[in-house]
């Protein structure tokens, strides 16, 4: 059994479960914190810093910062959401993002966060980095331009003994996602479907699949990401 | 270990992942590199995939996949070794050598790299060659050294002046380095008899030795001061059977040393403070994680714990007393400043890549291996056993009301007497440029990169945690320096270069900044750019740890103290410049056509 608490976000008072994460308590009060780099059920890794929110006034990250009694949290502000916004404008200007030809429009996170932020044009220069498409793998294709580090494929996909198969290299603003050497065989149908799935963005394609399902009927075509949770309608109009 | 193959090392740490890496720094020592067969032996000896020892191993500066030569020269590239002449030391390294930094001679003999801060500044322009340090060179001891270098000399032939002062010149240590120990307070002067404090700890319950901490209101002395006593106690508190003691001796912000000095000439002290802490907390095991640029001190290190153990002051049974049982292992990083933060550095200690965790939760709930653990730094660990010695009272006597106690002092660039100064808390920074003789001031750097840059309207501040805190180093710049281009901008390449890379934040705003700066810099700055940076710099607020909380910190504190140094540069009355240079875009095809770039 666990214990329920009381908890404040942005003023409202809710209720929530002893020690579980604050988007979680967020997502069972219809209040939707935007992540990204977060996938429910695993261990989370506070990497994109989109869920930030001010706990007692300081700045955390709603993925990894247990609930506690009494607590209160700052989430909606303009400060806070200007300071989202300013990230997914980071993750635009880093890599090479070419929306309306990537294969994962319509179902990738960064772009439903950007809509739903009215991101127009960042404010930070483009880096327009050089980068690889890596199509050295039998069952899928690594785009490093639309990469944005989130680590979801190395959390998550493992071979069957449990190793890892994605891993990070080098640091800092060089750091790069490498596929393990000896996992090609190891990459399963399923296993490849997994990985597209998990990541976020257009960065894992599996080989000959990019479109199987049209544009115009994927998840965020057909409605804007959070409004699931927030159980709106599909009118409501992105923040601000 | 000369002559040890993959198999024997892995051996030596029993197969042991989380031992990783003292496995790859045993390799690299052994053959100069870690080739790809190698890390796939590597991999198969650890049950894990290549992919998990390629990200261990591409996150530090000195693990390397190609040779570095039989001799690796790294110079230090701090603002300090660039201050006392680093640029003419590199050329004279490219001259005699032949290639250029980055880059190994063909014959494989000598490879010439950069380095962030080598925890050298009081004697700059330093390299460290095959784990030996060399400090003060000039162009003259450059060729020389190259000299030896082709005829084969063993390294540690290859001094020309006497070794250093103190224990510097004790056999094991064997360098050439000095201590410049200026100023001696309580921490550095020698009064405690090895094993004495052990002897009066036992006396006391675990719980009595917190109280006297906690009763002397000490402060972490690696700059982010969280109350010792406490930390002391949460971590005793702490569910867990095993728990464990870090020092941590990453001395990382550039403009630190006197970690080093106290490592060279306290070692007992240090050792006998970890042990005391293992006391306090119920923990059996102590690790000092100490950065790899002071590999030198490594045999003179291992020998004070063999010895101290010997004599019965570690190891079980300590001070002849039952149950008491404490030991000291040695674990190195490999060049990455963020592992000085203390969660990056028990990942690093696992044999993981240096990325600090999320907190909560802490490491005194659940750091090392997931135990409770204690991370100290070296001079904490050291004070803590004179406030034992001589009690809490007489600790608070010393420094300010929020300040208690002496903080020792890394001190460096423009002044007579750069050095290791213990003061007492509450000097002001006016204090402190009469005791180093420093003139014609222009500006202190106080806290390293990540703490703030002073102006002179403000040297009656003073150090303490109620104004200036400081983890102690102070780099003083005279009115000759450009603080703009020599100083400000070498910080944010600093951070750029030791970031971890995991936050957005922290990856990406830095270069962004950077590249903001530098515009500035090249006279295509307008005002808006000088705001932006201080808007931005906010945003790096929201980054896991202090490294990306402070990256922009050598920009906003220089714009807020220095900002007639920004708007100097504004040549343009623009609102909006793109920071484009056409002549610059197209000066590389310009002189390949012979033709003057003027479009
Ligand atoms: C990027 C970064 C680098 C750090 N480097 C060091 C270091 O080299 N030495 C140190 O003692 N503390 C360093 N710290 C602070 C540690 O995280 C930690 O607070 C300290 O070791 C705790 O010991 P103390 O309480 O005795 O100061 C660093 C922190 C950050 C964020
Ligand atoms: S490949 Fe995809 S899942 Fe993996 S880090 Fe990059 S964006 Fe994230
Ligand atoms: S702030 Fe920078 S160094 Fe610290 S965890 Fe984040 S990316 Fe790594």
Same mark, same amino acid.
Request: proline share 4%; charged share 25%; aromatic share 8%.
């Given at each position: 059994?666990?214990?329920?608490?009381?908890?404040?976000?942005?003023?409202?008072?809710? =209720?929530?479960?002893?020690?579980?994460?604050? *988007?979680?308590?967020?997502?069972?009060?219809?209040?939707?914190?935007?992540?990204?780099? !977060?996938?429910?059920?695993?261990?989370?890794?506070?990497?994109?810093?989109?869920?930030?929110?001010?706990?007692?006034?300081?700045?955390?990250?709603?993925?990894?910062?247990?609930?506690?009694?009494?607590?209160?949290?700052?989430?909606?502000?303009?400060?806070?959401?200007?300071? @989202?916004?300013?990230?997914?404008?980071?993750?635009?200007?880093?890599?090479?993002?070419?929306?309306?030809?990537?294969?994962?429009?319509?179902?990738?996170?960064?772009?439903?966060?950007?809509?739903?932020?009215?991101?127009?044009?960042?404010? &930070?220069?483009?880096?327009?980095?050089?980068?690889?498409?890596?199509?050295?793998?039998?069952?899928?294709?690594?785009?490093? !331009?639309?990469?944005? $580090?989130?680590?979801?494929?190395?959390?998550?996909?493992?071979?069957?003994?449990?190793? !890892?198969?994605?891993?990070?290299?080098?640091?800092?603003?060089?750091?790069?996602?490498?596929?393990?050497?000896?996992?090609?065989?190891?990459?399963?149908?399923?296993?490849?479907?997994?990985?597209?799935?998990?990541?976020?963005?257009?960065?894992?394609?599996?080989?000959?699949?990019?479109?199987?399902?049209?544009?115009?009927?994927?998840?965020?075509?057909?409605?804007?990401?959070?409004?699931?949770? #927030?159980?709106?309608?599909?009118?409501?109009?992105?923040?601000? | 270990?000369?002559?040890?193959?993959?198999?024997?090392?892995?051996?030596?740490?029993?197969?042991?992942?989380?031992?990783?890496?003292?496995?790859?720094?045993?390799?690299?020592?052994?053959?100069?590199?870690?080739?790809?067969?190698?890390?796939?032996?590597?991999?198969?000896?650890?049950?894990?995939?290549?992919?998990?020892?390629?990200?261990?191993?591409?996150?530090?500066?000195?693990?390397?996949?190609?040779?570095?030569?039989?001799?690796?020269?790294?110079?230090?590239?701090?603002?300090?070794? &660039?201050?006392?002449?680093?640029?003419?030391?590199?050329?004279?390294?490219?001259?005699?050598?032949?290639?250029?930094?980055?880059?190994?001679?063909?014959?494989?003999?000598?490879?010439?790299?950069?380095?962030?801060?080598?925890?050298?500044?009081?004697?700059?322009?330093?390299?460290?060659?095959?784990?030996?340090?060399?400090?003060?060179?000039?162009?003259?001891? *450059?060729?020389?050294? *190259?000299?030896?270098?082709?005829?084969?000399?063993?390294?540690? +032939?290859?001094?020309?002046?006497?070794?250093?002062?103190?224990?510097?010149?004790?056999?094991?240590?064997?360098?050439?380095?000095?201590?410049?120990?200026?100023?001696?307070?309580?921490?550095?002067?020698?009064?405690?008899?090895?094993?004495?404090?052990?002897?009066?700890?036992?006396?006391?319950?675990?719980?009595?030795?917190?109280?006297?901490?906690?009763?002397?209101?000490?402060?972490? @002395?690696?700059?982010?001061?969280?109350?010792?006593?406490?930390?002391?106690?949460?971590?005793?508190?702490?569910?867990?059977?095993?728990?464990?003691?870090?020092?941590?001796?990453?001395?990382?912000?550039?403009?630190?040393?006197?970690?080093?000095? =106290?490592?060279?000439?306290?070692?007992?002290?240090?050792?006998?403070?970890?042990?005391?802490?293992?006391?306090?907390?119920?923990?059996?095991?102590?690790?000092?994680?100490?950065?790899?640029?002071?590999?030198?001190?490594?045999?003179?290190?291992?020998?004070?714990?063999?010895?101290?153990?010997?004599?019965?002051?570690?190891?079980?049974?300590?001070?002849?007393?039952?149950?008491?049982?404490?030991?000291?292992?040695?674990?190195?990083?490999?060049?990455?400043?963020?592992?000085?933060?203390?969660?990056?550095?028990?990942?690093?200690?696992?044999?993981?890549?240096?990325? /600090?965790?999320?907190?909560?939760?802490?490491?005194?709930?659940?750091?090392?291996?997931?135990?409770?653990?204690?991370?100290?730094?070296?001079?904490?660990?050291?004070?803590?056993? %004179?406030?034992?010695?001589?009690?809490?009272?007489?600790?608070?006597?010393?420094?300010?009301?929020?300040?208690?106690?002496?903080?020792?002092?890394?001190?460096?660039?423009?002044?007579?007497?750069?050095?290791?100064?213990?003061? #007492?808390?509450?000097?002001?920074?006016?204090?402190?440029?009469?005791?180093?003789?420093?003139?014609?001031?222009?500006?202190?750097?106080?806290?390293? /990169?990540?703490?703030?840059?002073?102006?002179?309207?403000?040297?009656?501040?003073? $150090?303490?945690?109620?104004?200036?805190?400081?983890?102690?180093?102070?780099?003083?710049?005279?009115?000759?320096?450009?603080?703009?281009?020599?100083?400000?901008?070498?910080?944010?390449?600093?951070?750029? +270069? +030791?970031?971890?890379?995991?936050?957005?934040?922290?990856?990406?705003?830095?270069?962004?900044?950077?590249?903001?700066?530098?515009?500035? $810099?090249?006279?295509?700055?307008?005002?808006?750019?000088?705001?932006?940076?201080?808007?931005?710099?906010?945003?790096? %607020?929201?980054?896991?740890?202090?490294?990306?909380?402070?990256?922009?910190?050598?920009?906003?504190?220089?714009?807020?103290?220095?900002?007639?140094?920004?708007?100097?540069?504004?040549?343009?009355?623009?609102?909006?410049?793109?920071?484009?240079? $056409?002549?610059?875009?197209?000066?590389?095809?310009?002189?390949?056509?012979?033709?003057?770039?003027?479009?």
């Amino acid at each position: 059994m666990y214990q329920t608490i009381k908890i404040i976000i942005d003023g409202k008072e809710c =209720i929530a479960k002893k020690g579980q994460y604050i *988007v979680e308590a967020a997502k069972e009060n219809n209040i939707y914190i935007p992540t990204l780099c !977060n996938i429910e059920g695993v261990k989370p890794k506070g990497a994109c810093r989109i869920c930030t929110v001010k706990v007692n006034g300081r700045l955390m990250t709603a993925c990894t910062t247990p609930v506690a009694e009494g607590m209160s949290i700052e989430s909606e502000s303009a400060e806070l959401t200007d300071l @989202r916004r300013s990230i997914i404008e980071l993750l635009f200007v880093e890599g090479n993002h070419f929306c309306p030809a990537c294969e994962k429009s319509g179902e990738c996170i960064l772009q439903a966060l950007a809509y739903r932020y009215s991101v127009m044009a960042p404010r &930070f220069p483009f880096m327009f980095p050089i980068r690889e498409l890596d199509a050295s793998n039998p069952k899928i294709i690594k785009d490093h !331009n639309r990469c944005v $580090l989130c680590k979801r494929c190395i959390r998550v996909i493992k071979d069957d003994e449990g190793k !890892n198969i994605f891993a990070f290299k080098k640091r800092g603003h060089k750091v790069e996602i490498i596929v393990d050497p000896e996992s090609a065989d190891k990459f399963t149908d399923e296993l490849a479907e997994k990985a597209m799935e998990i990541c976020p963005v257009g960065a894992i394609l599996v080989k000959g699949k990019g479109f199987k399902k049209p544009i115009g009927q994927r998840k965020y075509d057909l409605m804007p990401i959070g409004s699931d949770i #927030e159980k709106v309608s599909k009118s409501k109009k992105a923040v601000l | 270990m000369m002559g040890a193959t993959v198999d024997t090392i892995l051996s030596k740490y029993r197969h042991d992942s989380t031992r990783l890496m003292d496995i790859l720094i045993d390799v690299q020592d052994e053959k100069s590199c870690i080739s790809d067969d190698t890390v796939k032996e590597i991999a198969k000896g650890l049950k894990i995939s290549m992919a998990d020892v390629e990200q261990t191993l591409s996150f530090y500066h000195f693990f390397s996949k190609t040779p570095t030569g039989k001799y690796t020269v790294y110079l230090n590239d701090s603002v300090v070794a &660039f201050m006392m002449g680093r640029e003419k030391i590199a050329k004279a390294f490219e001259e005699a050598v032949g290639c250029k930094f980055g880059e190994v001679t063909a014959d494989g003999l000598i490879g010439l790299f950069n380095t962030s801060c080598i925890g050298m500044n009081d004697q700059e322009p330093a390299a460290i060659i095959n784990n030996r340090v060399f400090t003060r060179l000039t162009p003259f001891r *450059v060729k020389e050294l *190259v000299k030896d270098m082709k005829a084969g000399k063993d390294i540690d +032939e290859m001094y020309s002046a006497k070794t250093g002062d103190g224990n510097n010149s004790h056999e094991l240590v064997h360098s050439v380095v000095n201590n410049h120990i200026r100023k001696e307070g309580p921490i550095l002067k020698t009064d405690v008899r090895q094993g004495e404090i052990i002897e009066k700890i036992t006396k006391m319950t675990p719980e009595e030795v917190i109280k006297e901490i906690k009763d002397s209101n000490i402060r972490g @002395r690696g700059g982010a001061g969280f109350p010792t006593g406490l930390k002391w106690e949460f971590c005793r508190r702490a569910p867990g059977k095993q728990k464990y003691i870090f020092c941590n001796a990453d001395e990382g912000e550039p403009g630190t040393f006197k970690d080093r000095v =106290i490592l060279t000439e306290k070692a007992k002290l240090l050792f006998e403070g970890m042990t005391m802490a293992g006391y306090a907390v119920g923990a059996t095991q102590g690790i000092l994680y100490l950065r790899y640029e002071y590999k030198y001190l490594q045999k003179y290190l291992e020998d004070v714990i063999e010895k101290a153990e010997k004599a019965g002051w570690l190891g079980k049974n300590i001070g002849g007393r039952k149950n008491f049982e404490f030991y000291i292992r040695i674990q190195f990083g490999a060049g990455a400043y963020v592992c000085g933060e203390e969660s990056a550095l028990i990942e690093s200690a696992e044999g993981k890549r240096g990325e /600090p965790r999320d907190r909560p939760p802490f490491p005194v709930e659940k750091g090392y291996l997931e135990c409770p653990t204690v991370v100290n730094n070296v001079e904490t660990l050291c004070a803590a056993v %004179k406030i034992m010695k001589y009690g809490s009272e007489w600790y608070k006597s010393l420094g300010t009301a929020e300040s208690t106690g002496t903080k020792v002092l890394s001190i460096s660039g423009d002044c007579f007497h750069p050095g290791v100064y213990e003061i #007492e808390w509450g000097f002001t920074i006016n204090n402190i440029l009469d005791m180093v003789a420093g003139f014609n001031v222009q500006a202190v750097q106080v806290g390293g /990169p990540s703490g703030a840059l002073i102006a002179p309207n403000e040297f009656d501040r003073i $150090l303490g945690y109620e104004d200036l805190a400081t983890g102690g180093s102070l780099i003083i710049f005279n009115e000759s320096r450009n603080i703009l281009k020599d100083v400000v901008l070498n910080f944010t390449e600093f951070f750029i +270069e +030791e970031s971890c890379g995991s936050c957005s934040t922290c990856r990406i705003l830095p270069v962004v900044m950077k590249d903001k700066l530098v515009k500035i $810099l090249n006279g295509l700055g307008v005002t808006r750019d000088i705001d932006d940076l201080l808007e931005w710099g906010k945003i790096l %607020k929201a980054s896991r740890c202090g490294l990306g909380q402070t990256a922009a910190n050598p920009i906003t504190s220089s714009i807020n103290n220095f900002r007639h140094l920004y708007t100097s540069l504004l040549k343009t009355k623009k609102d909006y410049e793109t920071g484009f240079d $056409l002549n610059l875009a197209v000066q590389e095809a310009c002189e390949a056509t012979n033709r003057i770039a003027n479009v």
